[in-house]
């Protein structure tokens, strides 16, 4: 299905359900049903357009801005113009009613928690698909909505840290991998052993984990339980699986830092830059292939699994 289309003809619709539809008499309580249908598709079809080409922040602070400008136009001139007698025009009404929940939404998820749901299984064993999680957007500091830029600087980013990002190619598309690399740090991965800055990262054999990948073929994997900077966390590798396919590996922003061979890659962070890798080292599309995370993609620390409807289990568990 085309979406585009049916968000196009919603917003088209919306206007014309409430131009065909009767005035509200004035003993009427509520809008006519065609205004209201109206209304809601106006609102549904511009909302699915603009996410189209801009993040949901963004598409948020538009909403807010166009209900806020027309509750304030209302408050100090409109107001003023109408007769006691007079009932307030129907855009007027659900502005009104619109702008302090989104603002509230808004304020909520451009400043302290967002919401995500896992899509793949590049984070397993410690997110799965289907774990709905919570995502700090206080960790890293204060940040310009829609920009993104640090205004108030909280905490620095750690290593071993699980965040959510812009995926670099496409900013609107969110990831979740695991920051292994800060900037100047020099990572490498070879022979499927993680190195950073000359030290191998600690890791320790800890059974076996099998899956069901897109419930298709069933994964068997080798669990490790890795160490860095003090965080203990469990990874995924496959035997017989190079540490890196090199056709999938791109052209990237400072792809100068990084030399590949068969045995695997090193990579020396940028300046403003991180370096991520999922914990299902053979399922996980990450900086190995499209290089480094600029500091203003990042979202924030991914903190908590709070649905699971599969896997109940699973909720309230801390992220790791």
Known sequence: M?????????????????????????????????????????V???????????????????FVLVTGVV?????????????????????????????PVILVVFLLRAFLVEPFQIPSSSMRPGLVVGDFILVNKFTYGIRVPVLNNVLIEVNKVKRGDVVVFGFPPNPQVNFIKRVVGL?????????????????????????????L??????????????????RSYQVLKV???????????????????????????????????????GDNRDNSHDGRYWGFVPDQLLVGEAFFIWMNFSEPSRIGTRIH
């Open 2 to 42: 085309n979406w585009l289309w049916v968000f196009a003809i919603l917003t088209v619709l919306g206007p014309i359900l409430i131009a065909v539809s009767g005035k509200r008499q004035p003993t009427d309580k509520d809008q006519p049903i065609g205004v209201q249908t109206g209304y809601l598709c106006l």
């Open 44 to 62: 549904l079809g511009g909302f699915g357009l603009l996410s189209q080409w801009m993040s949901f922040t963004a598409v948020m602070l538009v």
């Open 71 to 99: 509750t304030g136009l209302n408050r100090f001139v409109l107001a003023k113009r109408r007769s006691p007698e007079q009932l307030q025009p129907h855009f007027v009404e659900y502005a009104r009613s619109f702008f």
């Open 183 to 211: 900037p100047g740090d020099v990572v490498e991965y070879r022979d499927k052993t993680l190195i950073i800055n000359g030290e191998r990262v600690k890791d320790v054999a800890d059974g076996t984990y099998d899956y």
């Open 213 to 230: 990948e897109q419930g298709l073929a069933m994964v068997h994997s080798r669990q490790y339980r890795e160490t860095i900077d003090g």
């Open 239 to 277: 035997e017989g699986m190079p540490p890196v396919f090199m056709p999938q590996v791109a052209e990237f922003p400072f792809r100068e830092n990084c030399r590949y061979n068969e045995e695997g890659f090193s990579c020396k962070v940028p300046a403003g830059h991180y370096f991520t890798i």
